[in-house]
C-alpha cells in the first residue's frame, strides 16, 4: 500500500489543523495506521495509531486529549486542536498489517510511510 499524508500547514497556538493519510493502490483493511511526527533535530516521535478493523485508537501522552485519530471508509485522520509550538514537526502516516499492539509507538514496527506534512505552529 502506498500513504499519502496532507493537511499540513502553518496555524497559531491554541488553533486546530487535520491531517489526512490516503490509501494508493490498495486500502487500509486489516491494518494499524499510525501517526508519528519529526521535528527539527530529534527523532521520530509517535502520536496515534488506530486499528483499522475495530478502530481501537491509541495515542501519545503528550497528545492524548488534545489529538483524535479517525478514519472513514477510504482515510485516516488526525485531529489537532489546541496546537502548541512544540506540535511543530513534519508529521508522517505509516501502516502496518503485522504489527503487535506493544508496538505500535515504534516506528520500526511499520512497513508503510507516507511522504510527510509539515506542521507549524507559531504566532
Known amino acids: 500500500v502506498q500513504l499519502q499524508a496532507s493537511g499540513g500547514g502553518l496555524v497559531q497556538p491554541g488553533g486546530s489543523l487535520t491531517l489526512s493519510c490516503a490509501a494508493r493502490?490498495?486500502?487500509?483493511?486489516?491494518?494499524?495506521v499510525g501517526w508519528f511526527r519529526q521535528a527539527p533535530g530529534k527523532g521520530r516521535e509517535f502520536v496515534a495509531a488506530?486499528?483499522?478493523?475495530?478502530?481501537n485508537t491509541y495515542y501519545a501522552d503528550s497528545v492524548k486529549g488534545r489529538f483524535t485519530v479517525s478514519r472513514d471508509s477510504a482515510s485516516v485522520y488526525l485531529q489537532m486542536n489546541s496546537l502548541k509550538p512544540e506540535d511543530t514537526a513534519v508529521y508522517y502516516c505509516?501502516?502496518?498489517?503485522?504489527?503487535?499492539?506493544?508496538?505500535?509507538?515504534?516506528?520500526?514496527?511499520?512497513?508503510?510511510w507516507g511522504q510527510g506534512t509539515l506542521v507549524t505552529v507559531s504566532s
Open positions: 505509516a501502516a502496518s498489517r503485522t504489527i503487535i499492539v506493544s508496538s505500535y509507538t515504534n516506528a520500526d514496527g511499520y512497513a508503510y
Open positions: 488506530i486499528r483499522w478493523n475495530s478502530r
Open positions: 493502490g490498495s486500502t487500509f483493511s486489516n491494518y494499524v
